[in-house]
Antibody, heavy 119, light 108 residues
């Protein structure tokens, strides 16, 4: 079964850091780009960023709202994608989803992990 | 950044009716890299349509997508009770991926 499982969410104070993980199973992880998408309480979907597969350089792109604060990385040997979040702000409070990306859109989504930034 | 504007914000219809949801882009979407997602409360979004008009695996044929350039449409031919949800369009043809703000499809 193709599956993505996020972990690492929780309550964190403004200005602190948090690292989310996305563990993949059921497919060849290294063949795919991976994205992170977030959803603030009661709001719509916001793309955070993605990391390309190694075949396409493994490079990253980020939304303007997180560029310079968030970093996406991947460990293909473990089938895990990471979202390192630094200098967190209250407006980063959201459910964070990881997704499998391709020419067919974001075809696999995890169940999400909740990040709450509050003092 | 390509801005996607969905309309209407809320659509109130009855089961059995036809739903037409619109997504307009601020500039042309590359190679029709336009997708539609459905999200129900408490659940992750689900891919419905990719490439503007191709149904994802397992999606019923009552869902169809059309359009190109800057104007795209998701049509649900006959609404089933399980179709009432929020729908998002997304463009993934540029390095900066964007979503529309969503259309809530509610039971009338």
């Amino acid at each position: 079964e193709v599956q993505l499982v996020e972990s690492g969410g929780g309550l964190v104070q403004p200005g602190r850091s948090l690292r989310l993980s996305c563990t993949a199973s059921g497919f060849t992880f290294g063949d795919y780009a991976m994205s992170w998408v977030r959803q603030a309480p009661g709001k719509g979907l916001e793309w955070v960023g993605f990391i390309r597969s190694k075949a396409y350089g493994g490079t990253t792109e980020y939304a303007a709202s997180v560029k310079g604060r968030f970093t996406i990385s991947r460990d293909d040997s473990k089938s895990i994608a990471y979202l390192q979040m630094n200098s967190l702000k209250t407006e980063d409070t959201a459910v964070y989803y990881c997704t499998r990306d391709g020419p067919y859109g974001m075809d696999v989504w995890g169940q999400g992990t909740t990040v709450t930034v509050s003092s | 950044e390509i801005v996607l504007t969905q309309s209407p914000g809320t659509l109130s219809l009855s089961p059995g009716e036809r739903a037409t949801l619109s997504c307009r882009a601020s500039q042309s979407v590359s190679s029709s890299y336009l997708a539609w997602y459905q999200q129900k409360p408490g659940q992750a979004p689900r891919l419905l349509i990719y490439g503007a008009s191709s149904r994802a695996t397992g999606i019923p044929d009552r869902f169809s997508g059309s359009g190109s350039g800057t104007d795209f449409t998701l049509t649900i031919s006959r609404l089933e009770p399980e179709d009432f949800a929020v729908y998002y369009c997304q463009q993934y043809g540029s390095s900066l991926v964007t979503f529309g703000q969503g259309t809530k499809l509610e039971i009338k």
